[in-house]
């Protein structure tokens, strides 16, 4: 067992984090890896063995397991249709209308998302409307009373966060407008939300865990900077994966706040938490579209401390290729799109939703060695692809809903 200390910071929520980890998101790789993630890596450790073997299941196939809560590297296993609830809609959308929010109308993944949704709604035959916020009070409330105005049959909140707009929320329900929140769930989110769709955080933290004990040859010092105050896309996985299952490792962790989108004091909080853990061997960021680069410009100033991030693929992606880290993990986006369709179907049909439980996308890894074909210069079509080529998770949807969603995938760059 390992030492883990946490170190909790109070502050204000800042809405450009759930964003970062609404970016959470899809695997790539035109190979699958070999026994070896990592050069240095000690592949005689049994600790590193049991990694590995975590790491190529999550390269080879597309890893499923509880959406929430705890999770155990037993857990993860290879998608099935099983795992995909698809509600027989009654097909009625005619007159019908969804208005999307958006969280930020630059975000990569949010775009990527927003995009889906959209493209996919409207072969379902209903009118759609889509509006962006900026992560800020003002700006989020802006877009919800946007889409209050226009009185739709539903709202389709891709991460506009609800500590926001808990006013427009309240408003949404009391006229019976059913509102889908995809960053979180019942659990970590309250608010007048009808339904939810899990973020899996906890599949790819699991990943996360499993390779920083493969690169590091099991001996791994980690600095774990911590979401916390963002409960939507917060999970300790990784931490505790690395605490259970690597005996030579230390973790401690770190609250951060607004760190996470200023690259000047992201380099700064790098700066001071190496200097007061000079034992510090890796600086693990929990999402790949927070500035990153400052992180590692300023570790290199320091010394040998590396620098990882999960989440965010099309950025880690890039990363990767750049050699700037060396893996990448996340959950399949259009995934969770799909998912909060659905929702937004049964809830039309007068039925229940489901629970978040229910919900939530596959996991993924791959690194530099099971890099996909095509540009990977923050595009999201070639990692959408290879995640089909592992399991083709929109049959299920287009057998029973009727359309065609494939030629949706297969345009993106």
């Known amino acids: 067992m390992s030492r883990t200390t946490t170190r909790e910071v109070s502050s204000r929520r800042l809405g450009v984090v759930a964003a970062a980890i609404a970016c959470l998101t899809l695997v790539t790789a035109c190979s699958t890896p070999d026994t070896e993630a990592s050069g240095d890596a000690d592949h005689s450790n049994p600790e590193v063995v049991a990694a590995q073997a975590l790491l190529k299941k999550g390269n080879e196939s597309l890893l ?3 959406t929430e809560g705890s999770v155990d590297p037993g857990d993860l ?5 099983a795992d995909i609830h698809v509600h027989d809609w009654s097909g009625d959308a005619k007159g019908k209308r969804i208005f999307i929010v958006q969280g930020n109308g630059a975000n990569p993944a949010l775009i990527h998302q927003v995009n889906l949704a959209k493209a996919w709604l409207k072969k379902l035959g209903f009118e759609v409307r889509v509006a962006a916020g900026d992560f800020t009070p003002a700006g989020d409330q802006r877009v919800m009373d946007l889409a209050l105005q226009w009185n739709p049959d539903a709202i389709y909140d891709i991460s506009v966060l609800p500590v926001n707009i808990g006013a427009q929320l309240a408003e949404a329900k009391k006229r019976g407008i059913p509102v889908v929140y995809t960053v979180g769930t019942e659990n970590n989110t309250p608010g007048e939300f009808a ?3 899990s973020q899996s955080t906890n599949l790819s933290m699991l990943l996360f865990g499993a390779q920083l004990i493969v690169e590091s040859g099991a001996t791994a010092n980690v600095m774990s900077v911590r979401a916390k105050l963002f409960p939507e896309i917060e999970s300790p996985v990784a931490e505790k994966y690395i605490k259970d299952n690597c005996k030579e490792c230390e973790v401690k962790s770190f609250d951060a706040t607004n760190q996470f989108h200023d690259p000047v004091a992201m380099a700064s909080l790098t700066t001071s938490l190496i200097r007061s853990n000079p034992k ?3 600086f693990a960021l929990p999402a790949a579209c927070v500035p990153v680069s400052a992180a590692i410009q300023a570790a290199k100033q320091l010394g040998d401390v590396k620098v990882e991030s999960t989440g965010c693929p099309a950025t880690a992606a890039q990363m990767v290729r750049n050699g700037e880290i060396s893996g990448v993990t996340g959950v399949v986006e259009p995934m969770s799109v799909l998912g909060g369709i659905d929702q937004i179907l049964r809830m039309l049909d007068g039925e229940d939703p489901l629970p978040s439980e229910q919900t939530g996308p596959a996991a993924f890894y791959f690194d530099k060695d099971s890099m996909p074909e095509g540009k990977l210069d923050g595009n999201f079509g070639p990692i959408d692809r290879w995640a089909l080529e592992r399991f083709d998770y929109l ?9 065609d969603l494939h030629s949706e995938i297969e345009k993106q760059k």
Do not use: Q, S
């Open 77 to 81: 296993r290879p998608l099935t249709e």
């Open 395 to 403: 049959k299920p949807y287009e057998k029973v809903w009727g359309i």
């Open 195 to 197: 339904a939810w769709v």
């Open 280 to 282: 510090m061997t890796y």
């Open 64 to 66: 499923y397991g509880p």
